[in-house]
């Protein structure tokens, strides 16, 4: 296994996660913003208010997104697999 291999591999696992993560952050981060401009409308201080709506939407996304999530995972893992022999050397 070489460095340039070993580099290959670290970007590709690295970009991976950073696909499946990014839908999930990037709906809590619009519901955060949704909630703090309501929250700055209305004069309405209350920590749960922020909290819930970001624990639903987060729990909603990976329910939904979890199909997609999982057969990207798949394809990096029978990749890897399927390259096994040759990280051996």
Same mark, same amino acid.
């Given at each position: 296994?070489?460095?340039y291999t070993l580099y290959e591999l670290f970007k590709e696992t690295i970009f991976l996660a950073?696909?499946?993560s990014a839908p999930i952050l990037v709906l809590g981060m619009l519901i955060g913003i949704l909630?703090?401009?309501f929250q700055? #409308?209305?004069s309405i201080q209350e920590q749960s208010l922020t909290f819930i709506p970001k624990l639903l939407i987060t729990a909603? #996304?990976?329910i939904g997104l979890a199909p997609?999530?999982?057969t990207k995972l798949m394809q990096f893992a029978i990749r890897l697999l399927g390259q096994l022999q040759m990280f051996a050397r």
């Open positions: 296994m070489t460095e950073f696909t499946l909630v703090s401009i700055t #409308a209305t909603l #996304a990976l997609w999530m999982l």
